[in-house]
């Protein structure tokens, strides 16, 4: 008998095994886009006026291809075949979001701040994602349910080897210091940074670009990630799951946790947060 794609995606999720090939996906994309980073690569521009670039697309094509051959059917919300062909018209009960490489422009500009974006959604909220830094070889990600989340740094290890769980470790957010530090993306003004982290209970911020301010915060380095401008849902989906799974929270501007499948899968104003 063959097993539904959703009942393998559940057995997956229960047993933590699918966090784990996610990471491997992840990997194999950050290698593929490692030979474009400080190459003069060509860069174009969508309709929304961000840059893509072919290391975007090659990723994109790899961890589809992937998950097709792993959960045949799940539907999948990827932001360039969104920029291409344009976004389903309402999420399904299960689907992926998947940034191939978020912090674009740092990217183009030889920055070290991108990442690989994969998460897995039930019911409008993220219950598996993988967050992968190619310029730094580490990769962050959520295990089985209630399970925690964990950090690697994966080097050159051979294709399948992320199946181990070899050198994973835990990654837990901190207590709320006296001085908080926030996270702010390097597209508001020092101004906007200074009033948003204040709002938040920080005294200083630092400013960084992509999902990588999910994941310094899981990893108890920093406390807050106030947003106030648009984003899109694959920009912060994984980078949720693993918050979360490290016992964070991401909240929107109404106070509750950030849902998904929203209409043009867009997000309005949020704060992460550490403990």
């Given at each position: 008998?063959t097993t539904s794609?959703t009942k393998?995606?559940a ?14 996906i ?9 030979p ?8 174009e521009?969508?309709?929304d006026d961000?840059p893509?670039?072919?290391a975007?697309r ?7 291809e992937?998950?097709?051959?792993l959960?045949?059917?799940v539907?999948t ?8 062909d ?8 299960w689907?992926?979001?998947i940034?191939p ?5 740092g ?9 690989v974006?994969?998460?897995l959604?039930?019911?409008g909220y993220?219950?598996a994602?993988?967050?992968t830094?190619?310029?730094t070889?580490?990769t962050?990600?959520t295990?089985?349910p209630?399970g925690?989340a964990f ?7 051979q294709?399948g080897e992320a ?6 470790r835990?990654i837990?957010?901190r207590?709320?210091p ?10 508001v ?8 982290a204040a709002?938040h209970?920080c005294t200083?911020?630092?400013g ?6 999910f994941c310094l915060i899981?990893e ?11 984003t899109?849902e694959w920009d912060t989906a ?6 979360e ?6 909240l929107s501007?109404?106070?509750q946790r ?6 043009k899968?867009l997000?309005g ?6 403990g």
């Amino acid at each position: 008998m063959t097993t539904s794609p959703t009942k393998k995606l559940a057995r997956d999720l229960k047993s933590g095994a699918l966090s784990l090939a996610l990471a491997e996906i992840a990997e194999d994309a950050a290698r593929v886009i490692l030979p474009y980073w400080r190459s003069g690569t060509a860069v174009e521009t969508k309709s929304d006026d961000s840059p893509v670039t072919q290391a975007d697309r090659a990723a994109e094509a790899l961890i589809l291809e992937r998950l097709a051959a792993l959960y045949p059917g799940v539907q999948t919300v990827a932001e360039e075949a969104v920029a291409a062909d344009g976004a389903p018209a309402a999420a399904e009960d299960w689907f992926w979001l998947i940034d191939p490489l978020d912090g674009t422009k740092g990217f183009v500009r030889g920055g070290e701040a991108f990442t690989v974006n994969i998460a897995l959604m039930h019911q409008g909220y993220p219950v598996a994602g993988v967050v992968t830094a190619p310029a730094t070889a580490t990769t962050w990600r959520t295990d089985a349910p209630e399970g925690g989340a964990f950090r690697r740094q994966y080097g050159e290890q051979q294709e399948g080897e992320a199946h181990s769980g070899t050198e994973w470790r835990p990654i837990k957010v901190r207590d709320r210091p006296q001085e908080g530090m926030a996270l702010l993306s390097h597209s508001v003004t020092d101004e906007e940074a200074t009033r948003l982290a204040a709002r938040h209970g920080c005294t200083r911020w630092q400013g960084t670009d992509s999902s990588l301010k999910f994941c310094l915060i899981a990893e108890g380095r920093f406390d807050a990630y106030p947003r106030s401008g648009p984003t899109s849902e694959w920009d912060t989906a994984a980078g949720q799951a693993v918050l979360e799974a490290a016992g964070g929270r991401v909240l929107s501007d109404d106070g509750q946790r950030l849902a998904y499948g929203k209409p043009k899968f867009l997000n309005g104003a949020f704060v992460a947060m550490g403990g």
